[in-house]
């Protein structure tokens, strides 16, 4: 991948709005090089989005406080898209808490709350800190403060119902039966949260970061509804190998990137 | 000549009766709780200190409807929705606890069972001060059903069933009779004098809704053993009219009889005189704190005390100050254990997707 330093706020008259798209791991889907291993620096993200870039700096797990500052500084007179974080649900709750838990979700039409969870209301769970995208309201109201022109918050890929086949198999690891018998849990005998309740926790993760967005300034785009299957998981031509199942595949990417670009270009339009 | 009083117990005589360790001679009979024996609990807020003593103890409490403890820092206590066998709250009078049984059941379906305060904050009028409101109608059709059975599931898994009597005054639905554990308006919705009225219930009345609550229970749960108590808790306010000092006797009075006449009449009703223990002229200024409203932690511990001692099984003592009163979080270290895990595993696959790619 081509990496280009650019200059903001240059544009010609009768340029289309640029966009930066930085974040966290989701980015790869999008096609950010994984391996990437320059400086903090802009790359374009699709030879036929020609305004679109991807920030890029080497991946370790995080982000810094330089390539924040490298995106509030790019982000000048361009459009910023953040796609941050987004594997709360499975980072808090692979391992289901005692009791089960389930969530109503307002917007599935054939809702019934999982067997034998304990429901617990919508506005608990987001009051929650834990599937909050940490410092997202803080960083929208940063980007803006120091001149983006606009801010758009992108959702993050979907739930993929079979991630449970994933789960069940580490009961047979003797790495993961060792860990968990360190933390005092029998991996046998524990319990995954199941598919139905882990994507109503990505709604609900999607619903915080849409009010974040909103409550700073900033634009929130869900993923395009193509990627969803009609029972509202991540459809199979967006899965990646099951042993990744936190993230999506290239042709999820070539997806959402267009939505993000029509996204931008519908801001363009708006007077952004 | 011999009379009836020569041959009875210090326990009857009101100068021997207070003697030290008084407390476990109140009440004689069959044990309250059994060891191994499952208990939950409703009624006034006094009830809600009980639960804490008893896990204690070492005896099960029946806990239904309850979040994980993940969600712990976010629960709101306010109205004791934590603290009792299936998130209903504080339930002052026998009527209440018997229409909600019959929600659980079907066979009542109360015409004012919501109140739209917008079109994202629908509030239960039977547990108006939940933190978290349904944020829609379906949410809320969905939050009530699921309460309502978790309901059923609490008194179908228990052996015995703590009642506490909190107060005869009640405001209710003028269409239909459904009793709010708050006035309209206070705690949330809307005081409409049109749609609720004041009602204070008569001795009649409470033991009539007792003997119902007791016969629905029942049917729930077949054997249930019932406790009864009175909270010593006099009324925040009253809307009688009268002085709140002359309202207040009023209405433990009626409470107390009715739990007498209920327990005497009915089997496997036991009645524990919590009530007298705090507001008895034997007790303690310091039974009470400066508000002389809320009973002390030493109030407390002795009402626990003397229910323990009519515990088979239970410890000898009661330490003071020693159980801790707020809710417990027994699951909290396993959550705890299962975050870990699960935060490991996403890691993981951040880590092989590094590999792979």
Redesign the interface.
Known sequence: MQSESSAPGDRAPGDRLEFIVAGHSHMFALGAAYGYEGPIALAPVDAAIPNGYFLMEPWSAGRGAAYWDALAEHARDRVAVLLLHGNQHYAHFVFAPSPLFDVVDPHAPNFTPYPGAVLVPRRQVKASPLLMPAGLRDMILRLKAEGAREVIVSGTPPVREDFVDYTEELRTHEQWAAMAAHMGMDISRCQFTPAPVMRSLWGVMQEIMSDEAHAAGAVFLPVPPTVLDPQGYLAAPYRGPLWNFTHANEDYGKAALPHIAAAVAALERSGA | MDHPYKSAADRAFWKRAFLTGWESTLAVGAPLIRRGERVASAGSCFAANIVPYLEAAGFEYVR????????A???DDHFNYSRFSAAYGNIYTPRQASQMLKRALGRFKPIEDRWIVTADRIVDPFRPG???????E??FD??TA?HLT?ILAAVRTADVFVFTLGLTEAWVSSADGAVFPACPGTVAGRFDPDHHVFKNFSAAEIMQDLTELIDLLREVRPGLRVVLTVSPVPLVATATGEHVLVANIYSKSVLRVAAGEVSRSRPDVSYFPAYEIVTGPQAPYDFFEADRREPSRLAIDAVMRAFLSRCEGAPDQVQAGAVQLTPATA?A???D???????????A??????A??
Do not use: M, T
């Not at chain 2, 239904?64 to 969600?71: E, I, K, Q």
């Not at chain 2, 696959?349 to 590094?354: D, K, R």
């Open positions: 239904r409807d309850r979040p994980p403890a993940v969600f820092d976010v629960i939940l933190k978290y409101p349904a944020a829609c379906r949410e969905w939050l699921h978790e699951d270290w396993n959550d254990a299962a975050r870990q895990l699960s935060k490991l595993v996403s890691e696959q951040c880590e092989e997707a590094a792979g790619l």
